[in-house]
């Protein structure tokens, strides 16, 4: 449910002011024939013990696009931890971070907290011979002071900083100057988030060798905003919020497991659902939909390389609007108008 006030489309996630991307790493391995891991997202083992600093991007376990778009990197310090052979072909990692979201300046007439996400995520392996791995992983995404707080007088810009600084659609948002608008008939609107985000996520990604190089891929994320409170919300908003916090995403891949050499391929299809309030929308795929939450639908892909670092990609997203308004201006609302939107991309890659 869309409370009250018109929703519009933000800025998609990029560097600016607290939202920056490097990434201090500090990296232990508990086993000496474990190494640093480059690819972070399937966790492959590489040898010996390493700390290191610098932009990684993102340090956790990500199989789909439902938590974090595939170009999102963080700032912030993460402390990565890792095993090998602890039983059977199991071994299991952790990650535990701190990054900044917004730093708001000093300012006497602001009560505005800075912002913060703490992340941490637990996962094992199971590595079956030569023919399949299993990774398997959950997650603890606490954001803090994330919600928007709403200014207490027409005279009062306390906690306009609070707004959301950047966003896509799907959250839902109320006007952080709500009584300096209401009372003056002014247009002066701030967004800011409704809910609390605290997202308990699971991920998992089953490997098989199929023939020769090409693999089947089964990849699945799932999602619980922990911090959805209709109550706290309708107290601090004054608005009364429909629970929509849950949220999946799933993908059968078929083909070479990684894309890198001339002749690889691989196909995929998918299906993808996340309410309105599931995962905060500034940081999910930024292309099903036109980006954000608040949709469902499937899509398809594959990927091509003929040259040396050369690729070629197709892929179609069908999505439709679950609930709620969408791409409304500040001075419109379309209410009870969902939408659905097709989109066709065709990439071609060179990197020299």
């Known amino acids: 449910m869309f409370i009250e006030h018109a929703e519009i489309a933000g800025v998609k996630p ?4 607290g939202f920056l991307r490097g990434l201090l790493v500090l990296q232990v391995t508990l086993h000496h024939d474990v190494a640093a891991h ?20 993102d340090p956790y376990f990500r199989p789909t696009t439902l938590i974090w778009a595939n170009d999102v990197s963080l700032e912030g310090v993460a402390a990565l931890f890792d095993t090998s052979h602890l039983t059977h072909g199991w071994s299991a990692f952790s990650t535990a971070g701190i990054f900044p979201i917004v730093e708001n300046d000093p300012n006497p007439t602001s009560s505005a907290p800075n912002k913060w996400l703490y992340a941490y995520q637990l ?34 810009s306390a906690y306009s900083a609070t707004a959301a600084p950047y966003r896509q659609t799907g959250n839902t948002v109320f006007d952080i100057n709500y009584l300096l608008n209401t009372q003056n008939g002014t247009q002066n609107y701030l967004w800011g988030i409704a809910s609390q985000f605290q997202e308990l996520n699971v991920s998992t990604s089953l490997d098989f060798a199929f023939v020769g190089a090409t693999h089947v891929i089964l990849d699945a994320d799932w999602v619980d905003n922990l911090g959805f ?47 309105r309030d599931s995962t905060l929308d500034a940081f999910t795929d930024q292309d099903f939909h036109l980006g954000g939450t608040d949709a ?10 003929f040259e040396k670092n050369s690729t070629v990609s197709v892929r179609w997203f069908s999505a439709k609007q679950i609930d709620g308004v969408e791409l409304a201006g500040a001075d419109s609302v379309l209410a009870g108008l969902p939408y659905a939107v097709d989109t066709l991309q065709l990439d071609v890659t060179a990197a020299f």
């Open 296 to 305: 469902k639908g499937y899509f398809i892909g594959g990927r091509y390389v």
């Open 123 to 156: 996962g094992g392996i199971l590595q079956m011979g030569r023919v399949a791995n299993l990774t398997l992983a959950a997650a603890y995404y606490d954001y803090r002071n994330i919600q928007g707080i709403p200014n207490p007088s027409i005279y009062s």
């Open 14 to 17: 990029a560097a600016g002011k």
């Open 229 to 275: 409170d209709q109550q706290e919300i309708l107290n601090r908003t004054g608005f009364l919020v429909d629970k929509q916090n849950r949220g999946w995403q799933t993908r059968l891949a078929f083909g070479y497991p990684t894309i890198e050499r001339r002749n690889n391929w691989q196909f995929w299809v998918g299906y993808r659902y996340a309410q």
């Open 38 to 57: 480059q690819d972070l997202a399937h966790r492959r083992a590489a040898g010996g013990d390493r700390h290191e600093g610098g932009r990684i991007g």
